[in-house]
């Protein structure tokens, strides 16, 4: 059984940093893109980043591009999102998701692995 399970979440102020964790279990971690998504109340699931199996390559939204950092440890199962220089509008749960393919997709129906997510607020 696929889980991934979030942490790092929790209220800040604008300009603070946090760090996300997505730990993996029950899939062959190091062959899975792994993807950031978030979605504030109201609004539809967006993309944030993501990471290729080796973590060679990444890709990020504009929103996010310059202040939030993906990474991942393939021997630990786990992936990370570290964010800096956080702002207001980054408010909102964010989510892990997996795919077992070498390309990743910026649409989360692509996506069949979820976690169920880690509330961040910035506040002003």
């Known amino acids: 059984q696929v889980q991934l399970v979030e942490s790092g979440g929790g209220l800040v102020q604008a300009g603070g940093s946090l760090r996300l964790s997505c730990a993996a279990s029950g899939l062959t971690f190091s062959r899975n893109v792994m993807v950031w998504f978030r979605q504030a109340p109201g609004k539809e699931r967006d993309f944030v980043a993501a990471?290729?199996?080796?973590?060679?390559?990444?890709c990020y939204a504009d929103s996010v591009k310059g202040r939030f950092t993906i990474s991942r440890e393939n021997a630990k199962n786990t992936m990370y999102l570290q964010m800096n220089s956080l702002k207001p509008e980054d408010t909102a749960g964010y989510y892990c998701?997996?795919?077992?393919?070498?390309?990743?997709?910026?649409?989360?129906?692509?996506?069949?692995?979820w976690g169920q997510g880690t509330q961040v607020t910035v506040s002003s």
């Open positions: 990471i290729s199996w080796s973590g060679g390559d990444t």
């Open positions: 998701a997996a795919r077992r393919s070498t390309r990743w997709s910026t649409s989360p129906k692509s996506y069949n692995y």
